[in-house]
């Protein structure tokens, strides 16, 4: 009769740490890839909806080809993104692709620079509300590239260069 509890006491107290929040951290999504993460809009005309499917509510439409988001939460077909205005919403996976960029959300230019490191010549400046591909991201600097010029900036600078969730 004692042999038969264990298992027993044992698979409750299993389901006991996964309902108090106790799961690894590191559970897979269903794309396989990290949460929270950054991808870009494939199209000019996106569908942001209120939850994953194509029967919640329109919220509103993305109108920019590229724009830079970061997916907060996923399902095997929607992804819950956050914008750098700060919205939350779902779009399918099909309008996204997992090329990186990011956007001066700044009310000045920002200065990209030669190097990666303080007081390096300026290479150029991104406008405000301006786009451009990131490259790679190494020991707190990002290289980024927008039309033929390119450069560096401190990690957190641009939106999209910063690994932490930007929308609660």
Known sequence: ???????R????GMAALLLAGAAPADRPTPSGYPVPRYIVLKFGKVNARAGPGDDHRLLWVYRTRGLPVQV???????RRVCDPEGGVAWVHKRVTDGRRAVINTRRQPVALLRRPERGAETAAYLNVRAMASLTRCEKGWCRVKADRASGWVREGTLWGTSDAPQCR
């Open 1 to 7: 009769m004692v042999r038969a509890r264990a298992p």
């Open 9 to 12: 006491l044992a698979a409750l």
């Open 72 to 78: 907060v939460a996923e399902t095997a077909d929607w």
